[in-house]
């Protein structure tokens, strides 16, 4: 398993959808995995929601809410194109059936995935890497069917681009985004247009086992723990990191873990990273 996909809560689950092969140990076949809780602590793991099929591997997206109806957007590849696609399920996630018009955005490129969409002003928006362009783009839906470019979002940062996450946090917005085997952020504005940063990015953890980060909503946020340059030398090959609660002090992400009611909760050190000049506070949780 790898990155986490289409974190939606739906009647009372938070919904855990991940790249995943499940024919073998090794990258391939790659399908949407799934996984429930009602407490982001206790998960029962569902058979395979999105698999792969027809020739077309299902890499990594989103999903939202329409109604009762859960749709799925994520990236579709057949050999090496890489195009959005739409995915529908009514029974809460369990089975998805493929959007007959796929796909749904398609710019003929090799490097353009994982799409992360959003509600906003009565539409949807959508978060887009052109990853190897080191750029960002965004689109907007009425009916997340036809999709309009909006703006794109680059930064002197170097690395493959991939999985954004932006969304609102404390009445600011806050764009992640995973480079190669770092995850950074910035802190800004999102005008319904373009996102603009007001500080330099950051790392979202320093640890090297933590990847592909996304949000429930952007309050809750859970990554792959694994790291690219490794990830296929060991037996046991990739978790899930303990999910973080998000808040911002200032202009800094910080993250308290969900790790139930055995933790202290107003933090008892802090540590102070300096990173390229920028300062990261994070909190030190203990038993």
């Given at each position: ?28 076949h ?27 591997m ?16 994520y ?20 089975t ?104 330099e ?7 090297p086992d ?7 909503d ?25 999910p ?44």
């Amino acid at each position: 398993m790898n990155d986490p996909n289409g974190l939606v809560r739906h009647a009372g689950e938070y919904h855990l959808f991940y790249q995943h092969n499940p024919f073998g140990d090794a990258w391939g076949h790659m399908s949407w995995g799934h996984a429930v809780s009602r407490d982001l602590l206790a998960w029962e793991e569902l058979p395979v929601a999105i698999p792969e099929a027809g020739g077309e591997m299902v890499f990594s997206g989103s999903a939202v809410m329409g109604g009762e109806r859960m749709v799925a957007i994520y990236t579709g590849v057949r050999g090496e194109r890489q195009v959005q696609c739409l995915a529908f399920s009514d029974d809460r996630g369990r089975t998805f059936t493929r959007y007959a018009g796929n796909p749904v955005l398609d710019i003929g490129s090799t490097d353009f995935r994982d799409p992360k969409v959003f509600a906003h002003d009565g539409g949807w928006v959508m978060a887009v890497a052109l990853s190897l362009e080191h750029t960002i783009r965004l689109y907007r839906s009425e009916d997340l069917v036809a999709w309009t470019p909006l703006s794109d979002f680059t930064w002197p940062v170097e690395g493959a681009w991939e999985c954004p996450d932006l969304f609102a946090l404390d009445g600011r917005w806050v764009l992640i985004v995973s480079v190669q085997t770092h995850v950074y952020y910035w802190v800004g504005d999102f005008d319904g247009q373009r996102f603009t940063a007001s500080t330099e990015p950051r790392l979202v953890d320093h640890g090297p086992d933590f990847y592909a980060a996304q949000t429930w909503d952007g309050r809750f946020l859970i990554a792959w723990m694994n790291h690219w340059e490794y990830a296929r030398g060991r037996e046991c090959r990739s978790f899930m990191t303990v999910p973080r609660e998000l808040s911002l002090r200032g202009d800094a992400l910080i993250q308290r873990p969900v790790c139930g009611g055995d933790v202290v909760r107003d933090g008892e050190l802090e540590e102070v990273f300096e990173d390229g000049g920028a300062r990261t506070i994070s909190t030190v949780w203990r038993r």
